[in-house]
C-alpha cells in the first residue's frame, strides 16, 4: 500500500507565501512523476506543476513564475512553494504521484488535498 500525506496549507493573505509538502510512503520501490492539482470552488481540478525524477518541471500559465515544484528524492516528498498568492489561488490542492511498489506493480496515487486560502 502506497499514500502521499500532504501539509501545510492554511489562511494567507494576498501577495502572501505558502509552502505545501507532500510525502509519499508505504510499500515504495521507486518514485516516478509527481505533480500538484488544485480544485477550487465551484471549479474543475487542475493542473498546477510537474515534475519528474530529475529536473524537469511545467508550470499552469496562471502560476508561472509564482510557484516552484521541487522534490527530495531521499524522502520521497515533493513541494510546492507559493509566492505572490492572489485570492484567485484559493482552492484544495492535491498531490498525485506515480509509482512503483515493492511488488513491481505501477500505481497512481493522489493525496487528501489540503485547502489554501488566499484572503484578507
Known amino acids: 500500500q502506497v499514500q502521499l500525506v500532504e501539509s501545510g496549507g492554511g489562511l494567507v493573505q494576498p501577495g502572501g507565501s505558502l509552502r505545501l509538502s507532500c510525502a509519499a510512503s508505504?510499500?515504495?520501490?521507486?518514485?516516478?512523476?509527481m505533480a500538484w492539482y488544485r480544485q477550487a470552488p465551484g471549479k474543475q481540478r487542475e493542473l498546477v506543476a510537474t515534475?519528474?525524477?530529475?529536473?524537469?518541471?511545467n508550470y499552469a500559465d496562471s502560476v508561472k513564475g509564482r510557484f516552484t515544484i521541487s522534490r527530495d528524492n531521499t524522502k520521497n516528498t515533493v513541494y510546492l512553494q507559493m509566492n505572490s498568492l492572489v485570492p484567485e489561488d484559493t482552492a484544495v490542492y492535491y498531490c498525485?504521484?506515480?509509482?512503483?511498489?515493492?511488488?513491481?506493480?505501477?500505481?497512481?496515487?493522489w493525496g487528501q488535498g489540503t485547502l489554501v486560502t488566499v484572503d484578507s
Open positions: 498525485n504521484a506515480r509509482v512503483v511498489d515493492t511488488s513491481y506493480r505501477n500505481r497512481e496515487v
Open positions: 508505504g510499500s515504495i520501490f521507486t518514485v516516478y512523476d
Open positions: 515534475i519528474g525524477t530529475g529536473v524537469k518541471t
